[in-house]
Structure formats: C-alpha cells, structure tokens
C-alpha cells in the first residue's frame, strides 16, 4: 500500500488582499460620487454615467481620459501608475473629483 503525500499552500492575507477589486464612480446630478475615492493599483474604477447628458472623467495630470461618456454608459479604467490624482469633466469644469491609487 503506497501512502501519497499532498501539499496545501496556505491562503494568506496578502494573497486576499492582492485580489483586484472593482469601485464605480457614479456620474449624476452634475457630480462624481464619491468625490474622493482610493483604490490599489490593478483595481478596477467605473465611472458610470446616470445624468441625461454626457460627460467625462479626464485626470488633470492626463494619465485618464475617458473621452465622451454617453448617458446611461459607462467606461473603465485599470489603474496602474500610484499618486493622487485630480480629474473632472472637460465639458463642465465646475465637476471636479480626485482618485487617489496607493
């Protein structure tokens, strides 16, 4: 009778942590909620659109710029570079919010 051995790695918290997660930023009444969001890099952020016009999410620094985001769309982005970054919609520039990736 042969005996088999198995190995099992652990799950550690910094394997959990690693897991990407995914924020939404939702775009309605003429403003980002949450204005401040932090996320990790390799995180998923959605910016989605609920007003009735369309807008941007486009970072002062140009590191995003999601173009024109239709009414009831939405549009993602992976980030990958860490810092605080500022950002609004080029087409109203009183909406202003920042995404901060550690």
């Known amino acids: ?4 051995a198995t190995a099992s790695l652990p799950v550690t918290a910094h394997d959990a942590a690693a897991a990407p997660k995914t924020y939404v930023v939702t775009i309605e009444g003429m403003q980002f909620n949450p ?18 016009i369309p807008h941007t ?35 109203h520039p009183t909406m202003r919010a920042v995404l901060i990736v550690r």
């Open 1 to 4: 009778m042969a005996l088999t």
């Open 35 to 52: 204005p401040t969001l932090t996320v990790q890099r390799g995180d998923r952020v959605v910016w989605a659109n609920k007003d009735l």
């Open 57 to 91: 999410a486009s970072a002062n620094a140009r590191l995003f710029d999601s173009h024109s985001i239709a009414a009831n769309a939405s549009w993602t982005y992976l980030p990958d570079k860490s810092g605080s970054y500022p950002y609004g919609c080029s087409f």
